[in-house]
């Protein structure tokens, strides 16, 4: 009895003992650790999430949908859990577009428990994964942009990476107001960790809706067109513009090739590059028009004046001929345009003298970027005339020795067009439905000299002008063909030309202007067989569906 006694006695002890220690340890956690656990409790059950913002969506001037956002998931995996690996792999590998060789590294990585095994992922496709129930793979809410018009205005609106941020065109240019601002969600979770409780700590601010001036219908039909050209001439490039004159809106701005934004890898950058605003050229006698502007706005001709015209010129030690041979003629300041004569060009230049023609070169906004809202514009290369050399003048005045954009021309020509006011062209219309304030532009020459203009230039359709049978039937249209050579290293080529062609219609009250601009054509190089039949096909197609009439 006594033996079982002090048994129990010892387990008593033994027993108060550990209740000791237990409330001490209690004490002591309770006292000193409380916070600290606490912070833990809370880090396994309450859970801040960001929840991404939506992209503001880019549409036409008529809403059709160019760019968008959705939702989607990035695929992550824990290489720790995943199971026979190899078989994931193959079994993942057509859902995501990933090689097998690709995932199966991915999901062997050593000394990790986290691997991204795709981005941006669209729902649909993290829906069939999620149904193969595999262990160790896991998703990741975020949004994708999505382009709803494959391969349409690819260096226009650019592209959109990863971290939802915009790395080229638009997407890039507008970043800011088409990001928006990602909300913060407080999430509780229960011990098995599913949701209890869902705050929003921060709300989702969705991006701002961007409106282009471009109508989508007229892009594709520019698209197509040049298209064309790139399969008939197998140039290095051609960009086209399509311009409300008046308003100086954008309506249509194409590249060839074509790029698609939704898969921005699959061109090489170069393709990128958005040649409308990026690209400095030589313009050829497209520049003509400038000449013979400013020599009319000075008082020093008229359409009507008349120039005896050499069979070549020569100007410091430089022989100027004109691109058809002929003998020593009389030519009207109409005529010189409507034959593009070099020599003329000259001859008008030299009328004017350096200094006035470097002022109306630098008038009609040359050496400076035009304004438009795109990202990316060159200013070209325009000399001042002190500057210029002693045979400048033998190659400024029909377009050679300076380089300007495919922007900066049609900016030109559309102060033509509108009766002589140069304004800043722009391709937003509205941020957040809020209209884009338009700068007003300002005055270069009179209505007179622009009308003047405008009727010489329709001379360039007719019989013996460089566009003759570019024309639509029914309407009278003004324009001008260019073909310059390309300068390689410090020489011209024999070989490579920029062949252009820029036009407007109606001629007398012009309610549309474009520009086709085609680097390095192969089988015809002139811009009146290659660039002006593109933009009669454009014309042609867009005056009844814009609603243009003949007057």
Do not use: C
Request: proline share 7%; no cysteine.
């Amino acid at each position: 009895m006594a033996t079982l006694d002090r048994r129990i006695g010892i387990l008593f002890l033994v027993f108060v003992a550990l209740l000791g220690i237990a409330l001490a340890r209690a004490t002591w956690l309770g006292a000193f650790r409380a916070d600290s656990l606490q912070k833990a409790a809370a880090t396994q059950q309450v859970v801040r999430e960001l929840v991404p913002a939506p992209r503001g969506t880019i549409t036409d001037d008529h809403g059709m949908q160019l760019a968008i956002s959705e939702s989607a998931e990035d695929v992550v995996g824990d290489p720790y859990l995943v199971k026979h690996p190899q078989g994931v792999a193959q079994r993942l590998a057509p859902l995501l577009g990933r090689p097998v060789s690709t995932l199966l590294r991915d999901l062997t990585k050593p000394h990790t428990g986290f691997v991204y095994l795709a981005h941006q992922v669209p729902v649909s496709v993290g829906n069939q994964i999620a149904q193969m129930r595999i262990d160790g793979l896991n998703f990741i809410p975020t949004v994708r942009r999505y382009y709803p018009r494959p391969l349409e205005a690819g260096q226009l609106l650019g592209y959109v990476g990863d971290q939802n941020q915009g790395l080229g065109g638009l997407e890039y240019l507008y970043n800011k107001q088409l990001r928006g601002h990602d909300g913060t969600r407080r999430v509780v979770n229960d011990a098995i960790g599913q949701p209890i409780s869902i705050q929003d700590v921060r709300p989702v601010a969705p991006g701002s809706t961007l409106r282009l001036t471009i109508d989508s219908a007229l892009q594709d039909e520019v698209e197509q067109v040049l298209a064309g050209v790139g399969a008939e001439y197998r140039p290095k490039a051609a960009t086209a513009i399509v311009m409300n004159p008046q308003t100086g809106a954008i309506l249509s701005l194409a590249n060839w090739p074509r790029v698609d934004s939704n898969s921005p890898l699959s061109a090489p950058a170069t393709a990128w590059e958005d040649m409308a605003v990026g690209y400095s050229y030589e313009p050829g006698s497209t520049f003509k028009a400038f000449t013979v502007s400013g020599a009319i706005q000075d008082g020093l001709v008229t359409p009507s004046t008349p120039f005896n015209v050499p069979y070549e010129l020569h100007v410091a030690d430089r022989t100027i001929h004109d691109a058809e041979s002929h003998g020593d003629e009389t030519l009207t300041v109409a005529d010189i345009l409507k034959v593009s004569s070099n020599i003329g060009a000259d001859l008008i230049g030299a009328r004017l003298g350096a200094r006035r023609f470097d002022y109306w070169v630098h008038r009609f906004g040359f050496g400076r970027p035009t304004g438009v809202n795109l990202p990316g514009e060159q200013q070209g290369i325009v000399l001042h005339w002190w500057q210029y050399s002693g045979s400048s003048m033998g190659n400024l005045p029909f377009g050679q020795g300076e380089s300007v954009t495919p922007m900066q021309i049609a900016t030109a020509y559309a102060a033509i067009a509108n009766g002589g006011t140069l304004r800043a062209p722009h391709i937003v219309a509205s941020v957040g439905g809020k209209a884009v304030k338009l700068p007003r532009g300002h005055r270069i020459i009179s209505p007179k000299t622009a009308s003047e203009l405008r009727t010489m230039l329709i001379g360039v359709y007719g019989e013996g002008g460089t566009a003759s049978g570019a024309g639509i039937p029914g309407y009278q249209m003004a324009g001008k063909t260019g073909t310059a050579n390309v300068a390689v290293n410090g020489h011209y080529s024999d070989s490579a030309y920029v062949a252009s062609f820029v036009g407007m219609v109606p001629a007398r009250h012009p309610q549309l202007l474009g520009l086709v601009v085609v680097d390095q054509p192969h089988g015809s190089i002139f811009g009146g067989s290659v660039a002006a039949p593109a933009f009669q096909k454009i014309v042609g197609w867009a005056v009844p569906y814009l609603g243009i009439s003949p007057r």
